[in-house]
């Protein structure tokens, strides 16, 4: 078979890129090694960890505020396996949505693990040790990345385990260790703590959730420490060891030689991931990789491969699902001879722990850096009425603004549903509005958007209304 256009990898990135060639009248193809569509985000990343996530939520707020807004439960008990299973079922529902998408969209499904042959040949090896091969005009890398997991950790995926064998622990632990307090490690350590899990994250720098605004940092160390959760920051682990049944891990104080040993029925290992470029035949058409195996591209996210391009977490940046997919979007739309456009700086992060974290823009920690002349405006969430309602008041909105222009620089939310709060901070940005074009919005009341109206009039010469 001979295609205009070849993705190897169906995640966020892959398959949306599959989808947009196949509106724009490409004939393409998608290889995807695992038996089901979607990638680590829709079966063992992004949406099963919101299941999780949501689920876990349900049973803490039944266990610590129903009994306030008048619901009484008795026997109370968490039941994991239905929990795991309803995951399950969230997962199966998108994949199938997404080769669902695959056939409506005429894109041919090849399952099995491809590599590059030539420039313009794919091997397809399949389970059984077949394989095909299909001639491609253009191809777009999209594999994606798996944890990092250093020696020194033992990772056995019984005890030692990454995220994606934490998703299926079907008994609540008594206790658990993270090592990492990146985005990945809170929201599953959160998960479990919430369900009653006694959690422990060792951080080797100084801060969780280290890349976003120091604020932000604050304010969840501050809320997941009210569900026990136990820090240890400016650490390092040296060694992990597990039984059948346990595991030891070993910490050393980063700048001291004293080091002591937590125990614990799980060590989940959340240090971050690193680009899957591994058997793929790189070497085999001379597509250059740096020195953590990420494939270099130029601005229109092609190779120094004519025709090869790459996109995701096999590339330098945050790796996010959104991001592939924008990038997808951007080179389909890019070798069908449009003018497509990414913003990086306007791609948002968030952290799905509750409260929520979302962040766009430029931290206080970066403009200070950069010495760019800045104001602030914050509000708490506890000034807030419609947080009071839900009784979810922990938080705040940030606004960050250009001193000079009022130019919107970054926002940085903590707090309820901020995650999808985030994208009318994105939204201004884009235009770039000042932070007085966001304070004149009108924003329904009671919500929580208010939030953000109200760090923009704070912002704008310290004029909140409601603090």
Same mark, same amino acid.
């Given at each position: 078979?001979?295609?205009?256009?070849?993705?190897?990898?169906?995640?966020?990135?892959?398959?949306?890129?599959?989808?947009?060639?196949?509106?724009?009248?490409?004939?393409?193809?998608?290889?995807?090694? /695992?038996?089901?569509?979607?990638?680590?985000?829709?079966?063992?990343?992004?949406?099963?960890?919101?299941?999780?996530?949501?689920?876990?939520?349900?049973?803490?707020?039944?266990?610590?505020?129903?009994?306030?807004?008048?619901?009484?439960?008795?026997?109370?008990?968490?039941?994991?396996?239905?929990?795991?299973?309803?995951?399950?079922?969230?997962?199966?529902?998108? $994949?199938?949505?997404?080769?669902?998408?695959?056939?409506?969209?005429?894109?041919?499904?090849?399952?099995?693990?491809?590599?590059?042959?030539?420039?313009?040949?794919?091997?397809?090896?399949?389970?059984? #040790?077949?394989? =095909?091969?299909?001639?491609?005009?253009?191809?777009?890398?999209?594999?994606?990345?798996?944890?990092?997991?250093?020696?020194?950790?033992?990772?056995?995926?019984?005890?030692?385990?990454?995220?994606?064998?934490?998703?299926?622990?079907?008994?609540?632990?008594?206790?658990?260790?993270?090592?990492?307090? #990146?985005?990945?490690?809170?929201?599953?350590?959160? *998960?479990? %703590?919430?369900?009653?899990?006694?959690?422990? *994250? !060792?951080?080797?720098?100084?801060?969780?959730?280290?890349?976003?605004?120091?604020? $932000?940092?604050?304010?969840?160390?501050?809320?997941?420490?009210?569900?026990?959760?136990?820090?240890?920051?400016?650490?390092?682990?040296?060694?992990?060891?597990?039984?059948?049944?346990?595991?030891?891990?070993?910490?050393?104080?980063?700048?001291?030689?004293?080091?002591?040993?937590?125990?614990?029925?799980?060590?989940? *290992?959340?240090?971050?991931?690193?680009?899957?470029?591994?058997?793929?035949?790189?070497?085999?058409?001379? +597509?250059?990789?740096?020195?953590?195996?990420? !494939?270099? !591209?130029?601005?229109?996210?092609?190779?120094?491969?004519?025709?090869?391009?790459?996109?995701?977490? *096999?590339?330098?940046?945050?790796?996010?699902?959104?991001?592939?997919?924008?990038?997808?979007?951007? +080179? !389909?739309?890019?070798?069908?001879?449009?003018?497509?456009?990414?913003?990086?700086?306007?791609?948002?992060?968030?952290? /799905?722990?509750?409260?929520?974290?979302?962040?766009?823009?430029?931290?206080?920690?970066?403009?200070?850096?950069?010495?760019?002349?800045?104001?602030?405006?914050?509000?708490?969430?506890?000034?807030?009425?419609?947080?009071?309602?839900?009784?979810?008041? =922990?938080?705040?909105?940030?606004?960050?603004?250009? %001193?000079?222009?009022?130019?919107?620089? #970054?926002?940085?939310?903590? #707090?309820?549903?901020?995650?999808?709060?985030?994208?009318?901070?994105?939204?201004?940005?884009?235009?770039?509005?000042?932070? =007085?074009?966001?304070?004149?919005?009108?924003?329904?009341?009671?919500? /929580?958007?208010?939030?953000?109206?109200?760090?923009?009039?704070?912002?704008?010469?310290?004029?909140?209304?409601?603090?």
């Amino acid at each position: 078979m001979k295609y205009d256009l070849t993705i190897i990898g169906s995640g966020p990135g892959g398959y949306v890129a599959a989808i947009r060639a196949g509106q724009l009248g490409l004939k393409t193809a998608l290889i995807e090694r /695992y038996s089901t569509l979607g990638g680590t985000c829709l079966n063992v990343g992004c949406i099963p960890s919101k299941a999780l996530l949501d689920s876990s939520e349900h049973y803490h707020n039944a266990a610590e505020k129903f009994a306030l807004h008048g619901i009484q439960i008795k026997d109370l008990a968490v039941d994991m396996p239905q929990m795991i299973k309803r995951k399950n079922e969230v997962v199966d529902q998108t $994949c199938q949505g997404v080769a669902f998408l695959m056939k409506k969209n005429k894109v041919d499904v090849y399952h099995g693990h491809g590599s590059f042959v030539d420039q313009h040949t794919i091997k397809i090896t399949k389970d059984d #040790g077949s394989s =095909e091969q299909i001639e491609t005009d253009k191809t777009i890398i999209a594999t994606g990345s798996k944890p990092i997991t250093p020696a020194a950790f033992n990772y056995d995926k019984k005890r030692v385990i990454t995220s994606t064998e934490a998703l299926n622990i079907d008994k609540v632990p008594k206790r658990m260790v993270v090592i990492g307090g #990146g985005v990945i490690g809170l929201e599953l350590g959160s *998960v479990f %703590a919430r369900l009653g899990t006694e959690v422990e *994250v !060792v951080e080797y720098l100084d801060s969780i959730i280290p890349t976003m605004d120091k604020d $932000c940092g604050k304010e969840l160390m501050r809320a997941l420490k009210k569900l026990g959760v136990k820090f240890h920051l400016s650490h390092k682990v040296v060694d992990v060891q597990a039984t059948s049944r346990s595991v030891t891990v070993k910490v050393q104080k980063r700048d001291s030689e004293d080091t002591f040993e937590l125990k614990a029925d799980y060590c989940l *290992v959340a240090i971050g991931r690193q680009a899957y470029t591994a058997n793929l035949g790189l070497e085999n058409i001379g +597509v250059v990789t740096d020195d953590r195996g990420r !494939v270099e !591209v130029n601005s229109h996210l092609e190779t120094n491969v004519p025709g090869i391009y790459a996109i995701g977490d *096999v590339i330098q940046g945050a790796m996010l699902a959104h991001k592939a997919e924008e990038e997808g979007i951007f +080179v !389909v739309e890019t070798i069908a001879g449009q003018q497509p456009h990414i913003n990086y700086n306007l791609i948002p992060g968030v952290v /799905y722990t509750w409260p929520e974290v979302a962040a766009v823009g430029q931290t206080e920690e970066q403009l200070k850096a950069a010495g760019i002349p800045y104001k602030s405006g914050k509000f708490p969430f506890k000034a807030l009425g419609r947080a009071r309602a839900s009784t979810d008041t =922990e938080g705040m909105v940030k606004v960050l603004a250009h %001193a000079d222009t009022d130019e919107i620089l #970054g926002v940085h939310m903590v #707090g309820p549903r901020t995650a999808d709060m985030i994208a009318e901070a994105v939204a201004l940005m884009e235009f770039r509005a000042s932070a =007085e074009d966001a304070a004149r919005m009108s924003h329904a009341h009671p919500t /929580y958007t208010e939030a953000f109206k109200e760090a923009a009039l704070a912002a704008t010469a310290d004029r909140a209304l409601h603090i």
